[in-house]
């Protein structure tokens, strides 16, 4: 005995145009029927909350599942699966398309050569699958951009999920967040870790998709915004700040990347920062209070609201 629902959409060419359109969703529980052997022309993600069953790929080797996982159904690969008949299995999935989809693959949150991924949880990805179902209410005018959104969403969720990192992200990255404004080469950090580069290489690019070098480049480049949106430091102080001691070079890379001048980027976004600039990311549930200039700050045995 098994339940199932199901909803498919046809979004548009300028829906595609978005990166990412969802084809259908639907949830499912029980001793599913076999699904396959069949071959697709888009992604599907399956996510297994609960049970346990079979894959069997390309290659005809059979893999056991169990839940938590994610099975990926890629364009072109024959896939063939189905749950325990007797355990059965709770899945949830998302037909997806889109352009973005391949730069999904390349950074490493699909993965055709894995279609059996161990989660950790399947609450988040279960949890935007439900939203996508919700969203795919009869006569919702929003449905294809929503439910694209979503697939991005999702995404995110199956990536953050995945058994084999840390639930807050690798220790290898935290790190190297930590660190990445010390002026250290790559091969410094990796000895660091008691790595080799090629060694931090691989595992930088399994957790973020992106070489070491790209990875600290982006913190160093995100923190110098910081600075010249924030402060008045001279450009060459905030190259120095940032792990570059010739500003020359650092203008050049800003510019390069970023696309606009040091100097120039300052212009257009710089802004004073009352009290200060916060590495504190502010709970939403619980904003800092602001004070307009005319508005007294309580004192030390003054009521707070």
Known sequence: MYHTWMRFFSPGPAHHRLGLVCLGVGLQHGALPTVGPRTLDHHVAVVISTGRGWYRGADGRRTAVTAPALLWLTPGVPHHYAPDPDAGWDEGFVDFAGPAAATYTELGYIEPERPVVALSDAAGPRAVVARIARAARRGNPLLE?????????????????????????DQVLQALARDACAPLSVADHAARHGMTTAELRGAVRRAAGCSPKDYLLGIRLGRAKELLAATELPV????RRVGYDDPAYFSRLFTRRVGLAPVRFRAQQGRSVPGGWSDRVPDPDDPPMIHSPDTPKAGPGDPIG
Do not use: I, N
Not at 145 to 169: F, K, M
């Open 145 to 169: 951009v929503e439910t694209g959104a979503a697939v991005h969403e999702l995404l995110v969720a199956l990536r953050r999920a995945r058994a084999d990192l840390a639930p807050d992200g």
């Open 236 to 239: 060459a102080a905030v190259a």
